[in-house]
């Protein structure tokens, strides 16, 4: 059930793109991406809707693809405010209540 | 802040003890969450609430219960507790029941030592 992101790390320079990327084996209704920097609580970046939806949020988006059941998150022209860890979460619709499950996470460091 | 309060942000305790961690969501939410991060590990999904109601479980050990009371706040109970009950708590809240970002807590970290 657990949607599996790639890569588990990246390091960047200032300035950099980034894409990580999320798949799951199983139907998607949407897909939610977090990051989370050290020691502090997860924060909601997006989510995406079955349709292929793109999104984006200043130099950040992402795009959901149904079919291939997969989400990519794109960081455009890195800044050192990007660094943490980025998780998706795909969610399960049990008994019309929404459980969300996240990847394992994508640990990104921004270097100046 | 995100309008997500948990407390207390630190806990340390024994085994085999008993904590009860507390949660209170942002105004108009309905839905709360509890999840567990070990260390250097993903988010895994405990348990959610709707209204007072329980509508989903995960991997919560029989060990741990929990309860959303009149008010919304939620509490999470963990008893006999193990060293490898260590980990970073989180609640997280949504308005509703479907399609909806979360907004998390700052959450609990426990070592039970």
């Known amino acids: 059930q657990q949607p599996v992101q790639s890569p588990q790390a990246v390091i960047l320079r200032e300035g950099e793109d980034a894409v990580i990327n999320c798949s799951s084996s199983?139907?998607?209704?949407?897909v939610h991406w977090y990051r989370q920097k050290h020691g502090e609580a997860p924060v909601f970046l997006m989510i995406?809707?079955?349709?292929?939806e793109q999104k984006g949020h200043d130099k950040i988006s992402a795009s959901f693809n149904e079919k291939k059941q997969q989400s990519s998150l794109y960081l455009t022209a890195s800044q050192l405010s990007y660094s943490g860890t980025y998780f998706c979460?795909?969610?399960?619709?049990?008994?019309?209540?929404?459980?969300?499950?996240f990847g394992q996470g994508t640990r990104l460091t921004i270097n100046p | 802040d995100s309008g997500v309060t948990q407390t207390p942000k630190h806990l340390i305790t024994a085994t085999g003890q008993r904590v009860t961690l507390r949660c209170s969501p942002r105004?108009?939410?309905?839905?709360v969450y509890w999840y567990q991060q070990s260390l250097d590990q993903g988010l895994q999904f405990l348990i959610q609430?709707?209204?007072?109601?329980?509508?989903a479980k995960g991997n919560i050990l029989e060990r741990f219960s929990a309860q959303q009371f009149p008010d919304l706040h939620s509490e999470l109970n963990l008893s006999s507790l193990e060293l490898g009950d260590s980990a970073l708590y989180f609640c997280?809240?949504?308005?509703?029941?479907?399609?909806?970002?979360?907004?998390f807590g700052s959450g609990t970290r426990l070592t039970v030592v």
């Open positions: 997280a809240s949504s308005e509703g029941l479907t399609i909806d970002g979360y907004t």
């Open positions: 609430y709707y209204n007072g109601e329980e509508r």
């Open positions: 979460g795909t969610d399960l619709i049990i008994q019309g209540a929404q459980k969300l499950v």
């Open positions: 105004s108009g939410d309905l839905s």
């Open positions: 995406l809707l079955k349709g292929g």
């Open positions: 199983k139907a998607l209704y949407s």
